[in-house]
């Protein structure tokens, strides 16, 4: 039998012109996370099973985990998420260490699910936390960071939205619709799949609950809200005026004014029965072939609450490299990647050519000059297209003219010059490199 | 119960402190790579188990590696190395691709081991492979840029040594030695174990052999070889100098005067039993407190056969990361990574300061500053020292004075410089920053 060339199901392999895509996604998430002021820390790929029960509970870890017993005994994970990881962290150190805690990470992870378009089985995760953040300065900042994010590759208004919500809005209407709280559990589930199911199946599952007429059609207000506006005006007839007045003076006052247009109300975004206690949103990408949430995220209280630590509240998202990138070619975001980035190609048309050159050729990348080298010897003519291959804009002749001489012959592509120099002139050699 | 904070075992968390060292060396890695023209890729994190097999044979696979099988009934292992995974990717594309093929990764890979100082169950690892380069002279590049990346940490002769070895070499010294190549399968074991154990049960094992006297002896003259004259002589004496010239003529000739006193000849580095088949290798600490091998690596003729694909000779090292930093910390070569880097830390000393300056941060972002800001309203006197923290040189202050003239404040800490500039004029206020 013949072993397989194809990567394991669900997964890619990234051979270097896809890579780069990748790096160029990841080089983007890097830089925008440090223009915050966040910082890169990483975890383990494996986790005690425990920790994904007590953050998820069963359901999620039995479904969509890989997971299995060590040789010593212990049932472990690859992480599916990010989140549990690092509330592990913070949970460690967060007592000595000044607040907000601002970090980030791009890790990859695994979830057992079967592949379809923007879910893999394996993806790259950038994940963005602020712990301890004062008021609602966090979120602000987490929604700023996003926007920030996507804007990096050109994107704008005409390209995603921000969806947003919050949950103690959330909590506030359903506990007027009914003060049953199990029914509020039931009443997030079928929020979070509103917009999945037919309105019939929908009414269906809301007829079920045993709600009074009354509460049944504050639920459907509350689903058909459309804006900020419409939203006041619920909460107001309902008499909870500040708590749309906090909410909208939370928008206004944090978010600036060229970043407000991107964020739209809407109450079907509750991020599921997770454990979000303040604002939650996804990033909806507009391109009518791609109506897919890019990323998701919120505010979270009680994160560190399963370690036995004191309440941190948190604010954090996760956006996925395959949804980012289905985003970006969606829109035609994504520059030209096909070629490497060299500098130099090096050749040789005379015997023993790299010999020769190889005390050159080590000092030009001590020079942090990317020098790429045609190990045997090459006609002229078959330098060009190679140089083209490779991405580099100048390339190094070295033939039995120049060994006589002991020179070398350099060329700028895009320019056509030419110039040759002494083969141990590295000065000469580096400025025509730099400069021309 | 209380959940654990704790990492599972032989895997590390890395907060911001631990990953700017793995990061240094992860950027210096990608920029070695490049500046040699590697490009970068990657594979899946699972393979199936039938790869690893068909590749090291059972043993290490049931021994060392983290596999199981999925819900769909396939047996997977999380990577525990990354050639199996090249080895797929290449015989995907090779035909397509011109040659030499030359990529890097820098995979995270997990073994079932026990813990101890060098070794880890998680680890992540430089690989470069080179396919297709012409005779020897993917060997003598992949030589070289293991030199030049040591080097690039500052490391020099006095810190580490390549000791080299030649399969091919090896070879023929085992067929003088005995014709019977089980016998050469053992010779191999016995070699590969032989700085490990004490002398008298490396000649136990020796005479276990059923090898005639003058057999031991050549095998005995082999393991003590100091250096490539001597093995020049051995060879010389038996019959074999065009070998030993072959040897020295690719060391002399591809390796630059500058990088040959790193090599050194070591009969004992064989690589195990392992599918290398050309020069074989291991960077050596020479520090007293850590005589360990940074890495090893080889040249391979055959590692497409599993996929039934034409032979594509190759030559490749891998490098973890927890080894080079134990390298790195033995001589002192890590830089001081204590604190992050920003430029400005943003802070306010009045009512609704960030709101005030949020359109001016997010610009200076746009601008590639990398700003933090501080979130809530803070004393002056508290301003410097979580700037120190925060690796920041320039403060941005904005208090009541500030804010009744429209202006901002900039320290540059360094040089104690000071000065105001309108809140709106973003040019003057990068310009100061930069130029500063």
Not at 70 to 85: C, N, Q, S, Y
Not at 266 to 273: A, E, H, K, M, S
Request: overall charge negative; aromatic content about 10%.
């Amino acid at each position: 039998m013949t072993l397989s060339k194809k990567p394991y199901k669900g997964t890619r392999d990234f051979i270097p012109e896809d890579k780069r895509v990748q790096d160029y996604l990841f080089q983007k998430m890097h830089q925008c996370a440090q223009l915050f002021g966040y910082e890169h820390y990483d975890g383990p790929l494996l986790e005690e099973v425990e920790l994904y029960k007590a953050k998820s509970g069963e359901e999620l870890i039995n479904d969509q985990i890989y997971s299995f017993e060590d040789r010593g005994g212990r049932f472990v994970a690859i992480r599916p998420e990010m989140t549990p990881t690092v509330a592990r962290m913070v949970a460690k150190i967060h007592k000595e260490v000044a607040k907000p805690i601002r970090w980030y990470s791009i890790p990859n992870l695994l979830r057992y699910e079967r592949p379809q378009r923007g879910r893999l089985r394996e993806h790259w995760q950038f994940n963005c936390d602020i712990f301890g953040g004062p008021g609602r300065m966090g979120e602000a900042e987490i929604i700023q960071l996003i926007i920030f994010f996507l804007e990096s590759f050109g994107a704008n208004e005409s390209h995603f939205e921000v969806l947003i919500n919050d949950r103690t809005i959330v909590d506030t209407i359903f506990t007027e619709v009914t003060d049953n709280e199990e029914t509020h559990y039931k009443l997030y589930k079928l929020v979070d799949k509103s917009k999945k199911i037919p309105k019939d199946s929908l009414e269906k599952e809301l007829s079920e609950l045993n709600l009074n007429a009354k509460s049944i059609e504050l639920f459907q207000n509350y689903l058909s809200l459309q804006s900020f506006s419409d939203l006041t005006s619920l909460l107001t007839k309902l008499g909870k005026k500040e708590i749309a007045d906090d909410f909208h003076k939370f928008i206004s006052d944090s978010i600036s004014s060229d970043q407000l247009p991107y964020l739209k109300y809407d109450p079907t975004i509750v991020r599921g029965l997770d454990y979000y206690t303040g604002i939650v949103f996804e990033v909806f990408d507009k391109h009518p072939d791609n109506r897919r949430a890019i990323c998701g995220g919120g505010a979270y209280a009680n994160l560190l609450q399963i370690f036995n630590e004191s309440p941190l509240p948190g604010v954090g998202f996760g956006l996925g490299d395959v949804t980012l990138q289905d985003f970006l070619t969606s829109h035609n975001l994504l520059p030209d990647l096909s070629k490497p980035e060299n500098d130099l190609l090096i050749t040789f048309q005379t015997d023993s050519g790299l010999q020769d050159l190889s005390s050159l050729i080590n000092k030009l990348r001590k020079g942090n000059i990317k020098v790429v080298t045609h190990l045997e010897a090459i006609k002229l003519k078959k330098v060009f297209p190679l140089a083209e291959k490779k991405g580099a804009d100048f390339i190094l002749l070295y033939g039995d003219d120049e060994k006589a001489k002991g020179e070398v012959t350099l060329k700028k592509l895009s320019r056509k010059l030419q110039s040759s120099f002494p083969i141990d002139d590295l000065n000469t050699i580096t400025n025509f490199i730099h400069k021309a």
